[in-house]
């Protein structure tokens, strides 16, 4: 599976962003997909994940009210929607496909990841 994040860019405090993850080479549509973030100086951490039929979602605690982790079968895309933005939201987001279909907050459970998309959000 290739994956390809897209949709970062520069965006106020308190406004809104979304990212999208598409899948090629081969569908992703029976795996659990994640959202992780790194920031400089930082290490990577968790953000959300979503199961494969998208029944079940996952979000880190910073994160949560604000994001919204959905996916589109139909298109093999997984979006982040990310309201009320805050500046310690600002990093690189990387999306994953996890080994299986339930989605994980651990990183080595995910084995395909994106390039990254750069979000930064100004105060």
């Known amino acids: 599976v290739q994956l390809q994040a897209s949709g970062g860019g520069l965006v106020q405090a308190g406004g809104s962003l979304r990212l999208s993850c598409a899948a090629s080479r081969r569908t992703f549509s029976n795996n659990a997909v994640g959202w992780f973030r790194q920031a400089p100086g930082k290490e990577r951490e968790f953000v959300a994940s979503?199961?494969?039929?998208?029944?079940?979602?996952q979000y880190a605690d910073t994160v949560k009210a604000r994001f919204t982790i959905f996916r589109d079968s139909a298109k093999n895309t997984v979006y982040l929607q990310m309201n009320s933005l805050k500046p310690e939201d600002a990093a690189v987001y990387y999306c994953a496909s996890a080994r299986g279909p339930v989605g994980s907050s651990y990183y080595k459970d995910y084995n395909y990841w994106g390039q990254g998309t750069q979000v930064t959000v100004s105060s």
């Open positions: 979503i199961s494969w039929n998208g029944g079940r979602t």
